[in-house]
C-alpha cells in the first residue's frame, strides 16, 4: 500500500530476544516483496526479498513469511542486536509495473541492552 | 555500501530556486529509481530509467524532471522550489528492468528555506 509516513509504529525489544515486525501490503497482484533496514541519515538497505510463488525464506538471522491470502509480510529478527535498531520498510512491487517499489510506512525497532 | 552514490550529500537552497541531485548506480546496473522521502509522506517512488529512457513514473510533479545519460548515470532536476519540496531524496539501482533488488544511495538531503 501507499506509506503514510507520519507516525512510526515503534517496537522495543530486549537484546538477545526474537523481533517480529509485520507488514500489510495492498495489490494482490505484486510478485515481489523487498524488506529494508534504514539507519538515522542513511539510505534504505537491503534485507531479505521473497517472491509471491513462496511462503517463506531465510537468510542470516532473518526470516521473511509471505501469506498472499490476507496479503500480509513479516520479518522475523532472531537474537535481536543492538545494531538491529533502525526503522524497518516492507516494500513490494510487480514487474510488470516497472519493478518501482511501494513502501510501508514502516517500524521503528529499538534495542534495550 | 551499496554502491550507489549521491552527490551531494545536503543542499539547502531558498523558495523559487532550481537544484540538481545526480545518482552514480551500481556497476553494471542499467536501471535507476528516484524517491522522495519526507515526513508526511514516507518513501514515494518518482520516477525510474532505464538504459537512457524513462520507463516508469510515480508521483513527480511537473516541476521536477530527470535524466540519465550514456554513462547511465542520473540527474534530478527540480524547480521552482516550495517548502514542501524539502526531504531526502534517494537513488536506487537495480541490474534489469524488473522484479531484482534495488540498492539505495546514501541519499540528498534537500532543505527549502
Redesign the interface.
Known sequence: GE????HLPTLSVQEGDNSIINCAYSNSAS??F?W?KQESG?????II?IRSNMDKRQGQRVTVLLNKTVKHLSLQIAATQPGDSAVY?C?E???????????G??TRVLVKP | DSGVTQTPKHLITATGQRVTLRCSPRSGDLSVYWYQQSLDQGLQFLIQYYNGEERAKGNILERFSAQQFPDLHSELNLSSLELGDSALYFCASSVDLGGETQYFGPGTRLLVL
Open positions: 506509506s503514510v509516513g507520519l510478485d515481489y523487498i529494508y542513511k539510505g534504505p538497505q537491503f526479498d520498510f516494500a512491487t510487480r514487474k510488470a509495473a516497472g519493478n518501482k517499489l511501494t513502501f510506512g514502516g
